[in-house]
């Protein structure tokens, strides 16, 4: 199980990585109304300070989907997921990679790679462009099993490119996408202004076994028009669409 970090200071990818999997969670799971889990139970379970989850649940309270209570964090609202909008990523400059380590999979992300808590799991974090002229923040995480023949190659080239070069075909994408506001440390990373609208997607990459492959967050600046960011106390969040991961839908072609 992990350890909260005795690290202090706030690294912005863990507070990054809090906020975008307890999104998953209210977008999917929780119940409008429900509570979080506690601030100490965030810790162990995400294995990071209190900051950092202070720092995360912030960036939700913003975004109007928390709001803070005497015990802990209330659902208030859902994101919205209004339709699915494409992200045409292009090869021709290289992402700009910001991490590659190893996390143990909280209850949310173990879940939705369908491996159990805890399991070691590889994150990567990289920037790439989109043929539009934007920037995509890109995050992916892979189950030990699909991570050991991409962590044998150089974090050089898109991650869609590295998975075929591991050996690793997936064969179907389904994605759930839909506005978000750019948080400071996101609107640094592409080049926005801070509040701006991004478009938020969610990816899961699964085999022609049916197994989950990779699953990804991706924070887009595809320089085109996208909807005001607005959340819904009602929504289901579950509008989503699939295709051939092939066809080359979202960034890092």
Aim: net charge positive; proline share 10%.
């Amino acid at each position: 199980m992990p350890v909260p970090s005795p690290i202090p200071r706030v690294r912005a990818c863990d507070a990054r990585r809090v906020r975008d999997l307890l999104r998953v969670a209210v977008s999917a799971r929780a119940r409008t109304g429900g509570l979080l889990p506690r601030e100490d139970e965030l810790m162990v379970g995400y294995g990071v300070p209190r900051a950092a989850v202070r720092s995360a649940l912030e960036l939700l309270r913003a975004e109007g989907l928390l709001r803070p209570g005497p015990a802990a964090y209330r659902v208030v609202a859902r994101p919205e997921y209004p339709g699915r909008t494409a992200v045409t990523g292009t090869a021709t400059r290289l992402p700009r990679w910001l991490e590659r380590t190893g996390v143990a999979a909280p209850d949310v992300l173990a879940d939705w790679l369908g491996v159990p808590v805890g399991s070691p799991c590889l994150r990567t974090e990289s920037v790439s462009s989109t043929a539009g002229g934007g920037a995509v923040l890109e995050t992916h995480y892979l189950a030990a099993g699909a991570a050991a023949p991409l962590l044998a190659l150089p974090a050089a080239g898109p991650f869609d490119r590295q998975l075929a070069e591991a050996g690793l075909h997936p064969v179907r994408a389904r994605t759930r996408s839909g506005p978000v506001p750019a948080d400071p440390d996101s609107a640094r990373l592409l080049g926005v202004a801070t509040g701006s609208t991004l478009l938020g997607a969610e990816r899961t990459l699964t085999g022609d076994d049916g197994r989950v492959v990779a699953v990804t967050l991706l924070r887009a600046d595809p320089r085109a028009p996208v909807p005001a960011a607005r959340a819904h106390p009602e929504s289901s969040a579950r509008t989503a669409s699939s295709e051939s991961a092939s066809a080359g839908v979202l960034s890092g072609r």
